[in-house]
């Protein structure tokens, strides 16, 4: 079992920056994918990217490529979001999400965190 909990959201303005964190326990040493999901209210989850441990392969959405960046900590067994430029719309719910395979199917990720609040105002 892995367990994840996200933290580091907040209220920030737009033109601003974050960095959400994710801290893995449990079998982290099995785990080989890692993503980001968001969702926003009355919205369905959105990716947001996910990231290889094995490769370093990393696949962005296309609404935060070029301003969001997945890396990771494997002392810690943290992975990050850093969000730069942040705009009102990506304003949500962010989760993070592992799992041991491969970059899985997006709505197939086996293990998921609590998500963590994050408001851009304009």
């Known amino acids: 079992q892995v367990q994840l909990r996200e933290s580091g959201g907040e209220l920030v303005q737009a033109g601003g920056s974050l960095r959400l964190s994710c801290k893995g326990s449990g079998q982290t040493f099995a785990t080989d994918s890692v993503a980001w999901f968001r969702q926003a209210a009355g919205k369905e989850r959105e990716f947001v990217g996910e990231?290889?441990?094995?490769?370093?392969?990393?696949v962005y959405a296309d609404s935060v490529k070029g301003r969001f960046t997945i890396s990771r900590d494997d002392a810690e067994n943290t992975v990050y979001l850093q969000m730069n430029n942040l705009k009102p719309e990506d304003t949500a719910v962010y989760y993070c999400?592992?799992?041991?395979?491969?970059?899985?199917?997006?709505?197939?990720?086996?293990?998921w965190g609590q998500g963590t609040q994050v408001t851009v105002s304009s």
């Open positions: 990231k290889s441990m094995h490769n370093r392969r990393t």
């Open positions: 999400a592992a799992d041991q395979r491969y970059m899985p199917p997006r709505d197939k990720y086996t293990y």
